[in-house]
Each structure stands twice: as structure tokens, then as C-alpha cells.
């Protein structure tokens, strides 16, 4: 059981938006700790997508975005490509375990 | 900043898993944490634990008692020892490189490719 609970799955097909959600407690989004995504391809190590709850790295498509609302937080894609399809993982540090913590995963299938 | 861990791929149980990172690109002892994340085969990512430049380190409670990172005294690697390992420690083992613990830096920003560590007899 993750600390952060992400949906197993979501779907869309090419050119659709989707959302991912990332849900916490008082002790980790509530208490104001910033949200990290991760994209994973099959067979590749995670590769930081929105950092600080909303910005992107250099290279990352502004297709991407993140945002943060009391204990929850969102990875939105807008005009899926087939290329999205991996797993979709959101950090953030929880103060009662006093580390870091991730939600569970979410695999995104692009129909 | 280029990572690579290394270390046996197997490991009997009850026994210590040992693995190293060999870090390239910049000085361990300059700034930002060095840390591990595992991932069991087909599951989600698990934090183990990380060492801060200064020499501070941080583990996940689940794991506290059976973890240790550390910092080779040549400074351009990091290790990780865990013990009495079970069939549950089978997992790809990542090391890793991020900013802080709970800022809007503290990402993930640089990984290794992995190691497998199967726990077999």
C-alpha cells in the first residue's frame, strides 16, 4: 500500500488529454511538500517529467503539465501520442515517515 | 552526471547484498543527495535511502534497520549495503542523484540504468 494512491490505469486515445492522480495526506501534499513526476518507459529507468508540483525540465514537452490542490496533485497530457505510452509515478516526502515516498504507479495505454 | 551501479546480480538468503555507484560529471562531495530506489519486477518504485554530501544519511523506517549508505573515501562512489535479505529484496536497484528531501528541488534528477538483484538459493 503506496503512501500516495495513483489510479493502476488510464486510457486515451491519440490526440486526447488525459489526467493522472496522485493523492496524499496532511503529512505529505497537504503539508505543502512539493509533488514530483516520473515517466518510465518498458525497460528504461523513471525520467523526471514535472518537478515542483508544476515545472518541466528542458526537454520535456509543454504537452506535460502538473498541478498541486490541498492533499492531491495532477499530471495532465493533452494530445496523447503513441510514444506516452509507460508508467507515470508521483514523489513528494511525507513528515511522519520522514522520507520519501511515491505513489504506486500508473500505466497509461494509448489506444 | 553519468551513474552506473555495480555488484553481484545474485545473492543467497540471510545474506548482505552489497552494490556500488561509480559516479562521473561531478563530485560526490560537493553538493545534492545520493540515493537508492529499488523496484521489484513488474511493481511500483520504492526509496531506500540516501547520504547527503555533507555525510547525513536518510532511510525509509521499512527499511532502516537492515539499510546502509555510505560514501567511498575516494569520493567518486556511493554504496549500499542491505542484510538479511529475502526473496522480497528481488528488485532492479537504482542509484540515484536528487536535490533535497522535501523542497521543490528535492526530484530525482540523475539515474543509473539499474541492477537486478535476484534473492535465490
Known amino acids: 500500500q503506496s503512501v500516495l494512491t495513483q489510479p493502476p490505469s488510464v486510457s486515451g486515445a491519440p490526440g486526447q488529454r488525459v489526467t493522472i492522480s496522485c493523492t496524499g495526506s496532511s503529512s505529505n501534499i497537504g503539508a505543502l511538500y512539493d509533488v514530483h513526476w516520473y515517466q518510465q518507459l518498458p525497460g528504461t529507468a523513471p525520467q523526471v517529467l514535472i518537478y515542483g508540483n508544476s515545472n518541466r525540465p528542458s526537454g520535456v514537452p509543454d504537452r506535460f503539465s502538473g498541478s498541486k490542490s490541498g492533499t492531491s496533485a495532477s499530471l495532465a497530457i493533452t494530445g496523447l501520442q503513441a510514444e506516452d505510452e509507460a508508467d507515470y509515478y508521483c514523489?513528494?516526502?511525507?513528515?511522519?515517515?520522514?522520507?520519501?515516498?511515491f505513489g504506486g504507479g500508473t500505466k497509461l495505454t494509448v489506444l | 552526471v553519468q551513474l552506473q551501479e555495480s555488484g553481484p546480480g545474485l545473492v543467497k538468503p540471510s545474506e548482505t547484498l552489497s552494490l556500488t555507484c561509480a559516479v562521473s560529471g561531478y563530485s560526490i562531495s560537493s553538493a545534492y543527495f545520493w540515493g537508492w530506489i529499488r523496484q521489484p519486477p513488474g511493481k511500483g518504485l520504492e526509496w531506500i535511502g540516501s547520504?547527503?554530501?555533507?555525510?547525513?544519511?536518510y532511510y525509509n523506517p521499512s527499511l532502516k534497520s537492515r539499510a546502509t549508505v555510505s560514501v567511498d573515501t575516494s569520493k567518486t562512489q556511493f554504496s549500499l549495503k542491505l542484510t538479511s535479505v529475502t526473496a522480497a529484496d528481488t528488485a532492479m536497484y537504482y542509484c540515484?542523484?536528487?536535490?533535497?528531501?522535501?523542497?521543490?528541488?528535492?526530484?530525482?534528477?540523475?539515474w543509473g540504468q539499474g541492477i537486478l538483484v535476484t534473492v535465490s538459493s
Open positions: 547520504i547527503y554530501h555533507s555525510g547525513n544519511t
Open positions: 540515484t542523484r536528487h536535490g533535497g528531501m522535501g523542497g521543490s528541488i528535492a526530484y530525482f534528477d540523475y
Open positions: 514523489q513528494s516526502y511525507d513528515s511522519s515517515l520522514s522520507g520519501v515516498v
